[in-house]
């Protein structure tokens, strides 16, 4: 006997812990971490996590294995620095009123990653707190401004061009900002991404397109920026390239 507690008492307690105090009291002493190694006691808090595996546990199962595989905390996985980098793209933005070009213009990857440059004084405190997230924002100031009406629809399509593959990927075909978020003096369009054959299990992701504007009147909007971004996925600068990479290039 050790430290005062005879094996008996702690095969009584052992059965009752969960595995991480178990785990633990096989760090006090050779005599407790020899009787924790019972696999008895690992099958006993496996049947309280997973019941069903103890009904019918598949042939020469090591419960304490088990636990300490399956019950480990996922880790935080890091993705790889992407092939892609936004030097390499360029995005062909136009847009129409009722069918009138009213904005046409081929911007390089990085002028999007680079941001506004000067945030009008006015916006919304919602907006000003969307400008200053830490998630990668792909925006541009448009300039001259635009001052639209906010009745008729606006309609925006946007390619991209990567010039490592020197091939094309539609990124929105057709869509219209039927989406106004007031409080945050935002137009939205948006259009699910086309992928790559060799990626069949990606799907449902969609390419955001916004509009930020100011209130010139009661039906009037005045357009600054633009944003693009594929928030249904990505947010940081690895994931948006790694997305980008998957598209359907043609």
């Keep these: 006997m050790e430290n005062g507690f005879p094996g008996e008492v702690l095969k009584a307690v052992f059965p009752l812990l969960d595995g991480k105090d178990l785990v633990f009291c096989m760090l006090v002493c050779r005599q407790w971490c020899e009787i924790a190694k019972d696999d008895y006691f690992w099958k006993c808090i496996c049947s ?31 993705l790889p620095v992407p092939k892609l980098t936004f030097k390499d793209l ?43 997230a830490a998630d990668c924002i792909l ?57 790559s054959p060799r990626h069949p299990f990606i799907s449902d992701i969609r390419a955001w397109m916004s509009l930020l504007f100011l209130y010139k009147g009661t039906n009037t909007i005045e357009v600054f920026g633009i944003e693009l971004d594929f928030c249904d996925a990505a947010r940081s600068e690895p994931e948006i390239l790694w997305l980008l990479d998957m598209l359907d290039w043609k």
């Excluded at 309280?48 to 996922?74: A, E, G, V």
């Design 48 to 78: 309280r996590k997973w019941p069903s595996i103890c009904k019918q546990p598949p042939s020469d199962t090591n419960f304490q294995k088990l636990y300490l595989t399956f019950s480990k905390p996922r880790k935080t996985v890091h």
């Design 90 to 132: 360029v995005f062909y933005i136009d847009m129409w009123l009722e069918g009138s070009l009213i904005f046409s213009q081929a911007v390089s990857g990085c002028i999007l990653r680079a941001g506004l440059q000067n945030t009008p004084s006015g916006i919304p405190d919602v907006l000003v707190a969307h400008l200053n």
């Design 139 to 195: 925006m541009m100031e448009v300039e001259p401004k635009l001052t639209v009406p906010m009745g008729p629809s606006i309609t925006v399509s946007v390619l991209a061009h990567r010039k490592d593959t020197n091939k094309m990927s539609c990124i929105i075909n057709t869509s219209s900002f039927d989406y106004i978020d007031s409080n945050a003096a935002r137009a939205l369009a948006y259009e699910y991404l086309r992928f």
